[in-house]
Nanobody, 125 residues
Framework: QVQLVESGGGLVQAGGSLRLSCAAS????????MGWFRQAPGKEREFVTA????????SYVDSVKGRFTISRDNAKNTVYLQMNSLKPEDTAVYSC??????????????????WGRGTQVTVSS
């Protein structure tokens, strides 16, 4: 079992920044690829970004490229999501997730084995 706990969400004005953290416990963190997904009210869950076990590979949905940065610290069992130039359309509950196996398939939520409960991000215009 892997337990994931997100933090760092909140209310920010458009153009502002937030840094989300996801702390993992229970198993060897470096065995897992990590991803961030988001879900806005009335919408389906959407892939945001992912990072490989070692941190050598990262992937982003087009809408956040150049604004969001994913990183991880395997010594601290934590993955981060730095969000800059936030837009109202970034408003959602952001959840981190962990998966084993190949890195490919990183954008498919069903391939992830463990999920956090999420943290709310609200961007006001």
């Amino acid at each position: 079992q892997v337990q994931l706990v997100e933090s760092g969400g909140g209310l920010v004005q458009a153009g502002g920044s937030l840094r989300l953290s996801c702390a993992a416990s229970g198993r060897t963190f470096s065995d897992y690829h990590m991803g961030w997904f988001r879900q806005a009210p009335g919408k389906e869950r959407e892939f945001v970004t992912a990072i490989s076990r070692s941190g050598s590979s990262t992937s982003y949905v087009d809408s956040v490229k150049g604004r969001f940065t994913i990183s991880r610290d395997n010594a601290k069992n934590t993955v981060y999501l730095q969000m800059n130039s936030l837009k109202p359309e970034d408003t959602a509950v952001y959840s981190c997730a962990a998966r084993r196996g190949y890195y490919s398939g990183y954008d498919v939520g069903a391939t992830y084995n463990y999920w956090g409960r999420g943290t709310q991000v609200t961007v006001s215009s």
